[in-house]
């Protein structure tokens, strides 16, 4: 999940310059997305994420342990593993694009807060390109147990680096 956990906050720290709609509307007048999403941000949270997973693979296949855990092996080889990263750090932004959607066609501007769905959005983004791409791998890797404790972690751990970001002036809510 470390593609998609940090490719949303790199797509805010790099972010910025043209938005993704272009200042264009959808039918019901509101903006499509927002100037929250930005090509920039996009491009460079995808690669964030993918970098680490990319870091990750690399020390998975020396056998690195983190306090007796096995860093995660994302594939039977490097082929499908870069897959799996590339779907879990880009559906990540597009989940959290996909949720942008939908707060503006229900009138709330950027910044405001949808509990849950804020914290969450990103984590279902990840999972269900994940699954397009490696329905197998995602089943075998992704069981109930490790579902549930992603849900219940991943609002505080997004909470906490929203946080984070708000204090170090990167985000301008602290949610």
Known sequence: MLPAYLSNPFAAVFGGGKPIDGGRTYKDGRRI???GK???????????????????????S???????INMPVFGPDYKSALIVVLALASGALFGDMFKSFFKRRMGLKRGASLPLV????????????TYLVAPEWFVSNFTH????????IT?????????????????????
Request: charge should be negative; glycine fraction near 14%.
């Open 33 to 35: 997305l927002g100037d």
């Open 38 to 60: 930005t090509y920039r941000g996009l491009f460079s949270g995808i690669f964030c994420g993918f970098i680490a997973g990319c870091i990750e693979i690399w020390l998975s």
């Open 62 to 68: 020396r056998g690195f342990e983190i306090m007796g």
């Open 118 to 129: 804020d914290q969450l959005d990103f984590v279902v983004g990840a999972w269900v390109f």
């Open 145 to 152: 147990g490790i579902m549930l404790t992603v849900i219940i």
């Open 155 to 175: 609002p505080l751990l997004h909470l906490t680096t929203n946080i984070i970001g708000y204090l170090i002036g990167v985000k301008k809510e602290p949610w």
